[in-house]
């Protein structure tokens, strides 16, 4: 048994949730038991400086340095943490950190590189960027623990996503060997997973993608019609008072990213406070209350989650098990499940993994294959050439 801490923090930008497991096997017989789980907020001061940073805000590079070691120490401090009371200490970290900055590969060929083009002349590639800040080197550092960090790059450098980069975990703790299943994670961006059943060649079969706005649109609404003194609608009890305005969930359902086949992955760049401030607008027209908006916007989550489906997997899943923040929405779950009325939808702690700390246990479970020499992505996923080991390793 190896013991791990898995780091994540994710587009909500809530705090840091952290996951101690014991970790055996390999890939098909992989086992991982959860010691202890806990989220660490983020210092307010902190946090704002994230959110500016994510919103397009200008630092300095010396800034820049300064915030991306600020947020090190911080999950180092959550690694630390985590481990007090349940010895003996891990022996290695696997750290997502926190994504600042995500664009997807270029839908089409590239312009020719011209070498003698200025600076500032766009000369596109082909791949995508990611940018995670949290420095592996000052995790291991501060821990003493061996970390492996900055998961993503290895999968853009052979032409995927970067994102979603859970499915091979997905695929190992949750799949059926009779039920076709969607692992479906809602954190500030919603992503799935589709398991069909665990016989021949199932794993090439295994597929993901992002699907859309899962809290971030929710969360910012309510942020900005309390003035900030509010971050999330708990349990959607502000949008279940409120009425869906139909005409305006078809106009952002038209929305290309929704049109647009796998793989596929997105951000804040794409759903933040410019597409919120663009919806707020538009609902003007309609005279929508406050909680109608957000009826509409938390409708737009569960509806990209149901046309994805309908549009991109092989067959409508027999399962779904939910993950992360919007897994506690109990409005938006009804009215997922109200949509998709002939689905079992449960929480994935029914299937024997914590719906609040997935994320974290897999890059637990990336981290600890990185130092076993197993590849963590799956190229029908990502849209990568091949699987790639994932993650950089710091010594301590």
Same mark, same amino acid.
Request: proline share 7%; net charge negative.
């Given at each position: 048994?190896?013991?791990?801490?898995?780091?994540?923090?994710?587009?909500?930008?809530?705090?840091?949730?952290?996951?101690?497991?014991?970790?055996?096997?390999?890939?098909?017989?992989?086992?991982?038991?959860?010691?202890?789980? =806990?989220?660490?907020?983020?210092?307010?001061?902190?946090?704002?400086?994230?959110?500016?940073?994510?919103?397009?805000?200008?630092?300095?590079? !010396?800034?820049? !340095?300064?915030?991306?070691?600020?947020?090190? &120490?911080?999950?180092?401090?959550?690694?630390?943490?985590?481990?007090?009371?349940?010895?003996?200490?891990?022996?290695?970290? /696997?750290?997502?950190?926190?994504?600042?900055?995500?664009?997807?590969?270029?839908?089409?060929?590239?312009?020719?590189? $011209?070498?003698?083009?200025?600076?500032?002349?766009?000369?596109?590639?082909?791949?995508?960027?990611?940018?995670?800040?949290? &420095? /592996?080197?000052?995790?291991?550092? =501060?821990?003493?623990?061996?970390?492996?960090?900055?998961?993503?790059?290895?999968?853009?450098?052979?032409?995927?996503?970067? !994102? #979603?980069?859970?499915?091979?975990?997905? =695929?190992?703790?949750?799949?059926?060997?009779?039920?076709? &299943?969607?692992?479906?994670?809602?954190?500030?961006?919603?992503?799935?997973?589709?398991?069909?059943?665990?016989?021949?060649?199932?794993?090439?079969?295994?597929?993901? @993608?992002?699907?859309? #706005?899962?809290?971030?649109?929710?969360?910012? !609404?309510?942020? $900005?019609?309390?003035?900030?003194?509010?971050?999330?609608?708990?349990? /959607?009890?502000?949008?279940?008072? /409120?009425?869906?305005?139909?005409?305006?969930?078809?106009?952002?359902?038209?929305?290309?990213?929704?049109?647009?086949?796998?793989?596929?992955?997105?951000? &804040?760049?794409?759903?933040?406070?410019?597409?919120? $401030?663009?919806?707020i607008a538009k609902s003007q027209a309609y005279s929508l209350s406050p909680a109608d908006l957000l009826a509409t916007l938390t409708e737009l989550t569960v509806a990209s989650i149901e046309d994805s489906y309908r549009h991109f997997l092989p067959k409508m899943p027999d399962q779904i098990f939910l993950c992360g923040g919007g897994s506690r929405n109990l409005y938006l779950k009804e009215r997922l499940q109200s949509r998709l009325q002939s689905v079992d939808i449960q929480k994935t702690d029914q299937a024997g993994v914590s719906g609040d700390f997935k994320e974290a246990i897999a890059f637990a479970v990336l981290?600890? @294959?990185?130092?076993?020499?197993?590849?963590?992505?799956? #190229? #029908?996923?990502?849209?990568?050439?091949?699987?790639?080991?994932?993650?950089?390793? =710091?010594?301590?």
């Amino acid at each position: 048994m190896t013991r791990v801490v898995g780091l994540i923090s994710g587009t909500s930008v809530d705090g840091i949730d952290a996951a101690f497991v014991e970790i055996a096997g390999s890939e098909s017989d992989l086992t991982v038991e959860l010691l202890a789980g =806990a989220t660490y907020p983020y210092p307010e001061k902190l946090r704002s400086q994230i959110l500016n940073l994510c919103a397009g805000g200008s630092i300095s590079m !010396a800034e820049f !340095a300064l915030l991306d070691d600020a947020i090190a &120490r911080q999950f180092a401090q959550a690694a630390q943490a985590i481990q007090k009371h349940h010895p003996p200490a891990a022996t290695l970290i /696997g750290s997502h950190g926190q994504t600042v900055y995500h664009r997807p590969p270029a839908p089409r060929p590239p312009a020719p590189l $011209h070498l003698d083009a200025p600076w500032h002349v766009s000369t596109n590639t082909p791949l995508g960027y990611s940018l995670q800040l949290g &420095r /592996g080197e000052v995790i291991a550092h =501060a821990t003493g623990i061996k970390t492996v960090s900055n998961f993503r790059v290895a999968d853009i450098t052979v032409g995927g996503q970067g !994102a #979603p980069l859970v499915s091979k975990i997905d =695929a190992c703790l949750l799949s059926s060997p009779t039920q076709h &299943r969607c692992i479906q994670n809602i954190g500030g961006i919603g992503n799935v997973t589709y398991l069909p059943p665990c016989q021949g060649n199932w794993l090439d079969l295994v597929s993901g @993608w992002d699907t859309g #706005p899962g809290n971030t649109l929710l969360d910012l !609404a309510v942020q $900005h019609f309390t003035q900030g003194s509010q971050s999330y609608d708990q349990d /959607g009890n502000w949008a279940r008072q /409120g009425t869906v305005c139909q005409p305006l969930l078809n106009q952002w359902l038209s929305h290309d990213f929704f049109q647009q086949p796998p793989p596929k992955s997105t951000g &804040r760049e794409l759903f933040g406070w410019d597409y919120l $401030h663009q919806c707020i607008a538009k609902s003007q027209a309609y005279s929508l209350s406050p909680a109608d908006l957000l009826a509409t916007l938390t409708e737009l989550t569960v509806a990209s989650i149901e046309d994805s489906y309908r549009h991109f997997l092989p067959k409508m899943p027999d399962q779904i098990f939910l993950c992360g923040g919007g897994s506690r929405n109990l409005y938006l779950k009804e009215r997922l499940q109200s949509r998709l009325q002939s689905v079992d939808i449960q929480k994935t702690d029914q299937a024997g993994v914590s719906g609040d700390f997935k994320e974290a246990i897999a890059f637990a479970v990336l981290a600890y @294959w990185r130092d076993l020499g197993i590849c963590g992505n799956l #190229p #029908p996923v990502t849209g990568a050439k091949q699987a790639v080991l994932l993650g950089n390793i =710091a010594p301590c």
